[in-house]
């Protein structure tokens, strides 16, 4: 059971992607369930890899005020202090397209 644990850990190591992945904030790695970090996959949520950081907290604060309706991402929003905001925004901005 070690070595199939440490070929899984090296096989993930080599996945590009991997080591920003580990220095994300809080939070941030849940939003990837519906918001696609890879260019290829098709879905209707917005691709926050890349986006500007301004832009991507603004969204969340309207979520988080009720200002922009949502299904979903308004009890997320709720969630999240205006730091941990800030933290997520940033970080899907530094992010390689």
């Given amino acids: 059971m070690r070595f199939s644990a440490l070929a899984a850990l090296i096989a993930a190591l080599a996945i590009p992607g991997f080591a920003r992945a580990a ?11 519906c918001h696609p970090g890879a260019a290829g996959v098709d879905t ?5 890899v890349g986006l500007p950081a301004t832009d991507i907290e603004s969204a969340m604060r309207a979520y988080k ?33």
Avoid at 23 to 33: F, V
Avoid at 75 to 85: C, F, S, T, V
Wanted: with cysteine; net charge neutral; proline share 6%.
């Fill in 65 to 97: 005020s009720g200002a922009r309706a949502a299904t979903i991402m308004d009890r997320i929003a709720k969630g999240l202090g205006d730091d941990e905001i800030a933290a997520i925004a940033a970080w899907y901005a530094s992010q390689p397209k």
């Fill in 44 to 48: 209707p949520a917005v691709r926050l």
């Fill in 23 to 33: 220095d994300a904030p809080a939070g941030a790695l849940s939003c990837s369930g």
